[in-house]
């Protein structure tokens, strides 16, 4: 009897009749005999669904791994992790600097807990005493939030690509956002006023305050900034690229790529004391290559050292800690995103609609602006209510 090829498969309904099953031939043994690989669903549709991505992994990949043997935890992590950043190659809706934040998510908070379990054994209740024990330390509501939602997602990759038959973490419910970190992260004037003076002679960090405070961009986009993005003519600065790093086992790596979010890619326009820093900046940069003639390295970035290379997020991270520490600035809750936030709310209480702050910050909705700042709208609303009252007041005397 002729073999079938790798990928084909058969759908039935299981012996209980609580649903379908599809059997996929994922390869073959040396003795001949079928690998296969198992999915379950509710519906015939559904189980369609899961045998295409198995067979989808199968074309790419080649033979999948045997049934029988043993995947703990961290094996499907690391497959889940391939399968984001297959998506973010192809430009598939994310990027990689979240898959990052997923990934090191997963290793500080759940792999001390999972690690070396086979996925097939972890159940319902032992994911109850996991979150037990997460809330038991004093994770934030904002930590909790990111590890139940890598959680459920682990265990729902491991479904889709039949690992598993149920999600021991879908009943997990997501705590309530708490929006209260851009509240008290953000800096105030006096600490503004102080930090801008701390960095007056230092030429990077002297831009950098421009970057955070006036226009609000994320570190990565601020050590991704090319000159190239910089239009003078038009007043006007391309956000489209940023930086980030990538913890791994074996150390951290510089990636460098387009935006965080699609709404990353935008437009904003200079005002004039930013391109007065800018200049400057771009005058000493100038010198700095003469000096290094040959030896400079041309990439073109706004944030280079003197030699021309790139800085990564994480130097300039430490330089902005070490000035908030000579000031005395708490710099373990006010990190350099602080600034970021900062800029936000100073452009929220200067009466700027929630649309354009979004389009400044690269939010893709609106609507999470407003829910991220809602301290700072819910004082401009009350502004606004005694303007109208100013108003009405001054129409019927």
């Known amino acids: 009897m002729a073999r079938r090829a790798n990928g084909e498969g058969t759908i039935s309904q299981r012996k209980d009749r609580a649903g379908y099953e599809g059997k996929v031939i994922a390869g073959y043994n040396p003795d001949g005999t079928p690998i296969r690989k198992t999915v379950y669903d509710k519906t015939k549709k559904g189980v369609a669904a899961k045998m295409a991505l198995v067979k989808a992994d199968i074309s790419k990949y080649g033979v999948i791994v045997a049934r029988a043997q043993k995947n703990t935890f961290e094996t499907i992590v690391k497959a889940w992790v391939v399968s984001l950043e297959t998506r973010a190659a192809t430009n598939d809706g994310i990027q990689l600097s979240t898959i990052n934040g997923y990934e090191m998510v997963a290793n500080v908070h759940l792999m001390p807990k999972l690690n070396g379990i086979d996925i097939r054994k972890i159940d319902r209740a032992a994911v109850d005493t996991l979150n037990a024990d997460l809330l038991g330390l004093g994770k934030s509501i904002n930590t909790m939030r990111q590890i139940l939602f890598v959680l459920r997602s682990v265990f729902k990759f491991a479904v889709d690509r039949g690992y598993i038959g149920n999600n021991p973490a879908q009943w997990l419910k997501l705590p309530k956002a708490d929006n209260k970190n851009a509240k008290e992260k953000h800096f105030e004037a006096h600490e503004i006023k102080a930090i801008k003076a701390a960095v007056a002679g230092d030429r990077v960090m002297k831009l950098m305050f421009f970057c955070l405070f006036y226009i609000g961009m994320r570190r990565g986009e601020v050590a991704g900034l090319k000159w190239a993005d910089v239009d003078f003519e038009g007043k006007r600065i391309f956000i489209a690229r940023q930086t980030i790093v990538k913890n791994s086992a074996t150390g951290k790596a510089i990636i460098r790529n387009h935006g965080k979010t699609e709404n990353s890619g935008r437009v904003w326009s200079l005002s004039g004391d930013l391109i007065v820093a800018l200049k400057r900046h771009k005058i000493e940069q100038s010198v700095e290559r003469l000096k290094w003639g040959a030896d400079y390295y041309r990439a073109d970035y706004v944030f280079a050292k003197e030699d021309g290379t790139p800085y990564s997020p994480d130097v300039l991270t430490r330089k902005f800690k070490r000035i908030l520490e000579r000031l005395s600035i708490d710099s373990k809750h006010r990190v350099l995103h602080a600034g970021r936030h900062s800029a936000a709310t100073i452009a929220i209480n200067a009466g700027e609609n929630v649309v354009d702050v979004a389009a400044m910050l ?36």
């Not at 939010?363 to 606004?384: G, I, M, R």
Request: glycine content about 6%; cysteine-free.
């Open 362 to 397: 690269g939010h893709s909705k609106p609507s999470f602006t407003l829910n991220t700042y809602s301290h700072a709208f819910t004082h401009q609303k009350e502004q606004s209510a005694n303007n109208i009252e100013l108003k009405i007041n001054e129409l019927i005397g």
